[in-house]
Each structure stands twice: as structure tokens, then as C-alpha cells.
């Protein structure tokens, strides 16, 4: 392995239902319609060297998941970027290369930003069960995991929950209400997700959309105090001066 | 007129299914035009899971030949999941196409691709769904035209309600042909409506258009006659053959799925049809004569389809892959090509011989040993005389013997109960042929780390087949044979152990049976099932015997006929069958000949290698065998070093 890169990518649209998996497997397949000199593990069965960051749950929509790849050859992460995203379909975008510099990707990001759009939402109805939400110390909620349904706090990790501006705009072609929020959640074990948030929310307030949210990732990366999130490929940029771009 | 996408409606549905994925589009090789730049358009369905229809190779090439056409559109649909279902019908949204998303009922044309019967329950949900009356009959001019076709298109009585066009064989001249013909009532001003139209697709002589046909019936049920209700419309109706496979390199731009498939892999058809002659092979008789595509057509389209699609697996598809005159060297031009790459090679459906297993070395030379597949099909020397599988125990036991000496651990072996003239102890050889297999294996890899699957399922005879007179026997005697066969496998414990064992049981075929050697009667029978609530009957955790049973107790007995008549009977010679209106080019009388053969044990050779046996394909369509050597080899490819970006 000559050379690591980071890649940041979305998810959008229709293809946000892709899973993980789903993803994977279109990756690979693209690092081979690019050509692109990817490194390989040793052994019986060797796997392309591609490692993700925590990735977005399947129907959520992204513009930031991350993942670093090991090639054998040297390449411009430009044109790297440019063929990759063309040879995946459009929605599975590829958004920016660089070169990897030292330290890990993962020890970069320790939250996410989210867009939770609630249509047929009055934002009225948003602003109080967000309120109550963010008042209460913890706030219990159940999902079904592979280990059957279990009950944990999603209150603790919500750095930030509130109801934006825009929720005052009418929203789009449909001309229905739609409550707009945003949300910071640090990522921490048990995953507290954007859906475990909207469980709150009807376990607090009784909120419950009348038709599924539509949910997007917008940003991930290290928390600061204010409850900013930095940029995970910064530190690369930063460090990136040879066969950089 | 615009048509909108449902896809607003249908994404507040999707967070509330499994696998929503499949219901998204989005595929590498997926066309999306728009509606008003095209004057013909087509939604093909294959009325099965998007996870098994999304690789079928016949609606893959129809869809790009006709999205070749600059004023075609077509997209492709799949059969929803009940979970989809239920919210579709719930909140009024309709059969969806999954490019663009559009309503299935605004298009010209609907074709379904049958490879097998259990796909009908599945067409009337789409029907139902997408708002197209179920019958025929009751559609209107704002209806598209309903066309069957793909294997079970041969025999299409049983849904000839439902349908309203059915073409036979091979689809890619007929969808431009069928094209041509909207193309032209069109700009005519759609003279006559839609009995105008299907009455100029009928005059073509090779689409089916059953309402045009009346169907009289004798007193004890059989049918008396077969004739056209209309002057202008033929008594027969031919199949379509696709000659010289070089001029139609199809799929060039396979489509690369996002969810998971039962095949991810880059399909070639390296021929098609198969003049073997297996008895009870409806595919191998109905795709007559053999028709082979170049060693460098294939290795064309490897080099493309892998550059465009990024798959990594290769399958050299055709009803009998070993049997291509340039296999040998088709295999080691491939693997040569791609020996320093992680792409693989796979030959689905083999024969048993030795050769087989040098190819088998050719194509894991990157040491991947997986599984080897042999279709013995018949347990003793007499039932496989009978079905025309010729092939001795000596070289099956010798040729998986040379598989476990060259590192192969796991041998599978495909076999079929109930086959006509079938007893119990042509059944237990099948134990008997499994142990030696294994007692012979150990001997020669020197170990016991060695394993057999013995697979079998239930014979359904079809249509067009020297078997289409066959009774079938009973899910009782089927299920008897097999639990016999599983205690004589397990009789000996040592080899027993190391024999897998898996089986379908009687049920499924018997209804299969029904629905392949069906007449228009049994169409009642499968609306009956679906109201039913029958869906998916390809599945077995879908599948209910006790359903199908019932809604042939409930319709059958007004026609004077009931499921065993349709099964478990023999039939006579002069028995007029409900396909006998419809031509495979295979001659009756010769169909007749190898069925007597067949009982005589007498054994019928290949007509590629030895003289025409005048099975009446070739001169009836007009076909000749085309097949190779060419005498080409497939040259080395230049690797490359830069990054490629895809058109
Ligand atoms: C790959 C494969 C599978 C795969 C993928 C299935 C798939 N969706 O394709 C898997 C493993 C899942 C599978 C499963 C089964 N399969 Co399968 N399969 C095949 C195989 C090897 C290739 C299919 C293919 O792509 N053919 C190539 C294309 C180009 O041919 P085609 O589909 O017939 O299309 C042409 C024409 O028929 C026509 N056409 C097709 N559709 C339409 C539609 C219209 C409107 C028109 C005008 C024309 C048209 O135009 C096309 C181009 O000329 C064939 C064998 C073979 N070599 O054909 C068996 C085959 C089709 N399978 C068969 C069977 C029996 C099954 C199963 C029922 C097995 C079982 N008991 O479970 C299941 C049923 C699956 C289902 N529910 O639909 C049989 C069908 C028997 C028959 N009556 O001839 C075949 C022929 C194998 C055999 N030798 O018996 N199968
Ligand atoms: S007509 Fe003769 S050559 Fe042609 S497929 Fe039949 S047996 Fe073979």
C-alpha cells in the first residue's frame, strides 16, 4: 500500500434507501469500473482495504459519510474523485478526496449533525414537543435491536435539538406544513439515532408525524464546545502538502 | 400527455417496508427518457422478487434493444412484496415502474417474461394493482396491451383470460416488430382501437392473440377443437428465432443492481438452444436448432460488460455450457485474460463427463474450489435411457472421483422423481450411485473430508416436450420414493453422514403440473388462488398446496374436469392438447416417436454432431444449426494504468 485517501460521499435522494451493504458492494464495484489500483489484504480470500466511518442508517439521507481506502499505486485524488463518482449511480455521490494524513479517521468524529423534515408537521407542535424534550433528563425510548426490544436514554446524547427558522417557510410544492429540525447527537454506545430522537418526541409530547420523516445526515466530525462540528478531512488538508491536490 | 412519477407517494410507504431498495431504481445501465420525447412505450415486468427478476437476461436484453430505439421507452417493473402491497392498495398507489416510477397502466404495451408458471399469481396482483381490468375483455383503449412472453409463453392457455398477447421464443426482433406496428397505428390515428391493433398483431402469424381463438370442448372434457373466430387471423401461430447471436451482442450495458440478487454476476449466453434431446426438457426442445455465439463475440462482451458493469464474476450461460464447439478454449482465453484480476469464472449447467473437469481447473485457477454440480437427473441405467441423459454410472462415479482426486471436497448431484415409467428402485439407486460416489471419493482424495448433496425435485412434464402426454404420479408416491430414498442414503451411517440431502416434496410440482399442461379452464383456478390471496407460488414459505386444491375443488367441477384429470392422466395420441394451435416447429409426430422411444428405452443422439433426425424445427422456421469452431483464440488484454472514467 503506497497511498491512503479519504473520501467524503452522500447519500441522496431515492438512493438513501441503499443499505450499507448495499453501499459496499456498489463501491466495490465502482473502484473496478474506475480502475482504481486499490490495495488488497493478504490471504485466502483477499478483500480490498476500504474502511467506513460509522455509516447512516438505511432511508436516511447523507452528505457526509466518510471512508478511507489504501491503493498500490499513487493517484491525484481529483481524478480519483471524478471517476469514482462517475461510476457510481447518480445519488451515491462522491463529494471530496484527499490524502490521508497521520491519525485515524475514526478518532475524528465523535458526532453528527442531522435535518429531521416533518411534514404535515405543525411547527408549533415541533417547538413545544422539543421543549418538553429538551427539559426533561432523560427520556427512555425502546427499539428492537438483534437482541429483542430494549429500553435506553435518548436524551443524553442530544447536544442540540431545536426547531429552525425555516420551519416558518411554507414548505415546497406540497404546500403543507413541515417542521424542520435540527440536531446534534454525540455517537456513543448504544447508538442514539435521529429516529430514537422522534421517539422522544412522541414519548414526551405525543408527537407523532403523520407521515415518515425525511431524515438527512449533514455533517460528522469532532464536537466542540460550542457544539460545532469540525471537519474531519480539515486535519488532512492541513497536513496534506505532498501529492496533494 | 405527461405521466407523473408515483415516487412522491410511494417514499412515504418505502420507510415501512423490508428492503425498500428494490422498489428505488437507480441501476447502473437503467434508461430514464422523458415520456413526450418517445412515441412507443413498454414496461416489462418479471413477475417474481426484484432479487431474482433483476438479473433475468431476457427482460435485461428486451429493455435495451428497445431503449436503442430513440422513440421507445421502456422500463421495468417486479413483483411487489405483500408488505408493499398492502400500503400500495391502502393509499392508492399503483404498479410502479422502478426508472422513473411511472404507473404501469399508462404505457402501450405491459410485457411479462414467464420463465415458469409459478409467476401467474403474481401477474394479477400487478394487474390489480396498476388498475388494468384482470380480464381481457374488459379492457378499454386507455389499457396497455398485456403480452406474455419467455418459456411459459408456449403453453399460455391458462392465463389466455388475462393476457391479451402472447409471442413464443426469442423476444428481440418481435418487440421491434410489435413496435413497428403500435408505431404505425399510431400515426394512423389509432384507427379501430385496441381490438384494430391486436388484430394487425395477430395477422403477423407469430404473436398469439387469444380472444381471436375459440376453444370448443368434447363431452368427456377434452378438448374438441382449436379454431380462429376471425377470417383474417392464422390457425397457427409460430415461435420466433433469433439467428446469428454475433448480431445481437445483448446486454452490452447489463444492469447493476444496488440491492442484493440471487446473481451478481456478468451473464453471457454463449448459445442458445440445446439439441440433446432430454426428454423431459422443455427448454431444450423449445429453443431449437443450436445456435452458438463466437469465441470473440463472448470475449467482446466479457471485456465490455465487466468495464461498464464492475462486476467480478462471469457466467457463460446456455442450457448446456461444456457443449459450445470452442469451450475449451474459450475457458482458458478468459482465464487467461483475467488471471491476474480477482474475476472469476462460472459455467452453470454442465454435463458429467471428464472434460468437464479440466474446464472446472481452467476456471479456479485462482484456487477457489468451490462446489461442482452434476445432473445425473435419473438414479438407474434404464430411467436415464428413458428421459435420453446419457450418461453410465462408470463415468459419473469416475469423472466425480477425478473432481475429489483434484481438490474438490464437495460434489453436488442433481436428480428428478416421478419421471414416466419411474419405480421405486430406480429411485434407491440413486443411494447406491451416493455411496460409491463417497466410498470412491475417500479412496481416491485419501481423506474423509469429503462431501455429496444428492438434490431432487418433483418431474413436471411441459408442453411441447415428448413427455407432454405423461401422466404424473401422485405427491403421495412422490413423497413415498423420497423418504425411501433418505432411509437408504442413511442405511449405511459412515456414508451416510457425509451425504446431504435435499429435497422438493410432490405438492409444488403436482400444481405446477397443472399450470403448465393447463387449458383456458384452469384460468378460473389461478384467479380463484390469487383472490385467495396466492402470491409468489415460486416460494415455498408463500406457496400453499391446500389453496390451490381448494380453488380447483371450487371451479373445476363446472367444467366436468378436476386436478387429477389434468395431472395424473395420461393422454392419448389423438388427443388434441390446448398448444397444439401453437407452433415450437417441432413436429407431433416426431414428439410422439421419441415419447413411444422413451418407454422403450430407446435412446436418441444429438443432432449437432450426428445426421438431422427431423425433430421438424429447421425446416419449419426456416432455422439451420450454426455453430463453430471459428478457429479464433481470445488475445491477451493490455492492462490498464490509468483511471478510467465511465461514460
Ligand atoms: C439464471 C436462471 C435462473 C436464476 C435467475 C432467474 C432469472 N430471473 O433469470 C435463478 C437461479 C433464480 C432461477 C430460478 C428458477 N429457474 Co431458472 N434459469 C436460469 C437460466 C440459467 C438463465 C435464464 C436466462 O437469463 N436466460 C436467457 C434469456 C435471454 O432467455 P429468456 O429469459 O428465455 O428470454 C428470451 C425469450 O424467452 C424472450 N422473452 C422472455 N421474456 C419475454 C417477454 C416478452 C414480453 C417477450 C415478447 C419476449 C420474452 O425473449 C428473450 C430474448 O430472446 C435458465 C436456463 C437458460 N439458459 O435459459 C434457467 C431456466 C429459465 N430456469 C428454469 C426453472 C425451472 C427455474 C425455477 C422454477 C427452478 C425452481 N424449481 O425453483 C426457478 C424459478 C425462478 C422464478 N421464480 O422466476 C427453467 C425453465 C423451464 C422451462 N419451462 O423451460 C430453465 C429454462 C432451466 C432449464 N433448463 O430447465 N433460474
Ligand atoms: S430439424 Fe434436425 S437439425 Fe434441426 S434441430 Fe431438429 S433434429 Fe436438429
Redesign the interface.
Known amino acids: 500500500m503506497v497511498q491512503r485517501l479519504r473520501l467524503r460521499y452522500a447519500k441522496r435522494g ?2 438513501r ?3 450499507h ?3 459496499a ?2 463501491f ?9 489500483p486499490i490495495a ?1 489484504s493478504q490471504g ?1 480470500t ?1 478483500h480490498p482495504k476500504i474502511s467506513y466511518a460509522s455509516a447512516a442508517p ?2 436516511v439521507g447523507s452528505e457526509a459519510e466518510y471512508l478511507e481506502i489504501g491503493l498500490q499505486a499513487p ?1 491525484d485524488p481529483e ?2 474523485r ?2 469514482l463518482d ?2 457510481l ?4 455521490d462522491i463529494l471530496e478526496a484527499v490524502i490521508a494524513s497521520e491519525g485515524s479517521l475514526a478518532d475524528r468524529i465523535d458526532a453528527s449533525r442531522w435535518r429531521l423534515e416533518l411534514f404535515e408537521v405543525e411547527p408549533k407542535a415541533a417547538l413545544a414537543a422539543v421543549a418538553a424534550f429538551n427539559e426533561a433528563q432523560e427520556v427512555l425510548v425502546e427499539r428492537m435491536t438483534k437482541q429483542g426490544r430494549r429500553s435506553f436514554d435518548a436524551r443524553a446524547a442530544v447536544v442540540r435539538c431545536i426547531v429552525t427558522e425555516e420551519a416558518d417557510l411554507p414548505s415546497g410544492a406540497m404546500g403543507v406544513p413541515c417542521a424542520i429540525i435540527d440536531l446534534v447527537v454525540r455517537q456513543v454506545t448504544p447508538a442514539v439515532r435521529p429516529d430514537d430522537v422522534l421517539s422522544g418526541l412522541r414519548v414526551v409530547a405525543g408527537l407523532e408525524p403523520p ?2 420523516p425525511r431524515v438527512t445526515r449533514l455533517a460528522q466530525g469532532s464536537l466542540t464546545a460550542q457544539g460545532d462540528i469540525v471537519d474531519p478531512l480539515d486535519a488532512d488538508r492541513e497536513g496534506a502538502g505532498i501529492g496533494g491536490r | 400527455m405527461s405521466v407523473n412519477s408515483v ?1 412522491p407517494q410511494l ?2 410507504l ?3 417496508v423490508s428492503k ?2 428494490q ?6 445501465g437503467a434508461v430514464v427518457k422523458d415520456w413526450d420525447d418517445t412515441v412507443v412505450r413498454w414496461a416489462l415486468m418479471y413477475p417474481d422478487a426484484y432479487e431474482v427478476g433483476l438479473p433475468n437476461q431476457g427482460v435485461q436484453i428486451l429493455y435495451e434493444v428497445l431503449n436503442e430505439q430513440p422513440d421507445v421507452l421502456a422500463e421495468r417493473t417486479y413483483a411487489v412484496w405483500p408488505d408493499l402491497e398492502a400500503l400500495m392498495k391502502e393509499n392508492g398507489v399503483p404498479q410502479f415502474t422502478v426508472d422513473a416510477h411511472r404507473p404501469v397502466k399508462a404505457f402501450d404495451m405491459f410485457g411479462i417474461s414467464f420463465a415458469t408458471e409459478l409467476g401467474y399469481t403474481n401477474l394479477l396482483s400487478a394487474l390489480d394493482l396498476a388498475g388494468i381490468p384482470l380480464l381481457s375483455a374488459d379492457r378499454t383503449d386507455d389499457d396497455p396491451v398485456v403480452l406474455a412472453g419467455g418459456h411459459a409463453a408456449f403453453n399460455p392457455e391458462p392465463i389466455a383470460d388475462f393476457i391479451d398477447a402472447a409471442v413464443l421464443g426469442d423476444g428481440e426482433e418481435a418487440v421491434l416488430e410489435i413496435t413497428g406496428i403500435i408505431r404505425e397505428w399510431k400515426a394512423e390515428g389509432s384507427p379501430g382501437g385496441r381490438d384494430e391493433l391486436l388484430l394487425r398483431l395477430a395477422r403477423t402469424e407469430s404473436i398469439y392473440v387469444p380472444r381471436f381463438y375459440d376453444v370448443d370442448y368434447l363431452p368427456d372434457g377434452r378438448i374438441q377443437r382449436v379454431v380462429p373466430n376471425r377470417p383474417d387471423v392464422p390457425f397457427r401461430v409460430s415461435k420466433r428465432t433469433t439467428m446469428d447471436l454475433d448480431a445481437w451482442p445483448y446486454p452490452k450495458k447489463p444492469l ?1 443492481p ?3 440478487t440471487v446473481h ?1 454476476r456478468y451473464a453471457v449466453e454463449i448459445f442458445r438452444g440445446c439439441t440433446r434431446g432430454c426428454r423431459f426438457c422443455q427448454a431444450g426442445m423449445i429453443t431449437r436448432p443450436v445456435r452458438e455465439r463466437s469465441i470473440t463475440t463472448v470475449g467482446q462482451m466479457v471485456k465490455e460488460g ?7 464474476e462471469v457466467g457463460l450461460l446456455s442450457l448446456s455450457s461444456a457443449d459450445h464447439s470452442e469451450i475449451g478454449d474459450m475457458c482458458s482465453g478468459l482465464a487467461e485474460q483475467y488471471a491476474d484480476t ?1 474475476v472469476s469464472l462460472s459455467l452453470p449447467s454442465t454435463r458429467v463427463d471428464a472434460f468437464n473437469i479440466d474446464l472446472a481447473q481452467e476456471l479456479s485457477r485462482n ?1 477457489r474450489r468451490t462446489g461442482l454440480t452434476f445432473a445425473p437427473e435419473g438414479g438407474s441405467e434404464r430411467i436415464r435411457k428413458v428421459i435420453n441423459k446419457m450418461v453410465t454410472k462408470e463415468d459419473l462415479i469416475r469423472t466425480v472421483v477425478t473432481a475429489y482426486s483434484n481438490g474438490w471436497r464437495q460434489v453436488k448431484l442433481y436428480f428428478m422423481c416421478g419421471l414416466p415409467s419411474e419405480t421405486d428402485e430406480d429411485v434407491l439407486e440413486i443411494a447406491d450411485m451416493a455411496h460409491e460416489v463417497i466410498r470412491a471419493g475417500r479412496e481416491a482424495a485419501g481423506t474423509k473430508d469429503i462431501r455429496c448433496t444428492v438434490s431432487i425435485g418433483g418431474f413436471v412434464p411441459k408442453p411441447h416436450t415428448p413427455f407432454q402426454w405423461a401422466k404424473m404420479d401422485t405427491p403421495e408416491v412422490i413423497d413415498g420414493r423420497l423418504r425411501m430414498l433418505k432411509q437408504a442414503i442413511n442405511s449405511d451411517r459412515s456414508l451416510g453422514r457425509a451425504i446431504g440431502f435435499r429435497y422438493h416434496d410432490g405438492e409444488p410440482s403436482l400444481i405446477e403440473g397443472l399450470l403448465s399442461r393447463g387449458d383456458r379452464r384452469v384460468g378460473a383456478v389461478i384467479r380463484r388462488a390469487w383472490e385467495k390471496g396466492g402470491r409468489f407460488d415460486g416460494w415455498s414459505e408463500h406457496f400453499s398446496y391446500s389453496r390451490w386444491v381448494e380453488s380447483c375443488a371450487e371451479v373445476l367441477p363446472g367444467f366436468g374436469v378436476d386436478l387429477d384429470w389434468f395431472t395424473t392422466r395420461e393422454r392419448e395420441e389423438q388427443e388434441v392438447l390446448p398448444w397444439d394451435h401453437l407452433d415450437s416447429g417441432l413436429d407431433k409426430d416426431w414428439l410422439w416417436q421419441d415419447w413411444q422411444d422413451s418407454m422403450s428405452e430407446f435412446e436418441q443422439d444429438d443432432c449437432r454432431w450426428t445426421p438431422c433426425f427431423d425433430c421438424g424445427v429447421c425446416p419449419a422456421m426456416d432455422t439451420e444449426i450454426q455453430i463453430g469452431p471459428t478457429g479464433k483464440k481470445l488475445l491477451p488484454l493490455t492492462p ?1 494504468n ?6
Open positions: 431515492p438512493l434507501f441503499t443499505s451493504r448495499d453501499f458492494r456498489a466495490e464495484r465502482a473502484l473496478r469500473r474506475a480502475a482504481v488488497y485466502f483477499p438505511t432511508g493517484v481524478q480519483l471524478v471517476a462517475a461510476a449511480s447518480p445519488g451515491l407521515v415518515p | 415516487f417514499e412515504q418505502l420507510p415501512r425498500p431498495i422498489y428505488v431504481g437507480g441501476e447502473l447493476v444496488l440491492a442484493e451478481e465487466l468495464e461498464f458493469s464492475g462486476f467480478n480477482n484456487g490498464v490509468n483511471l478510467r472514467v465511465p461514460a
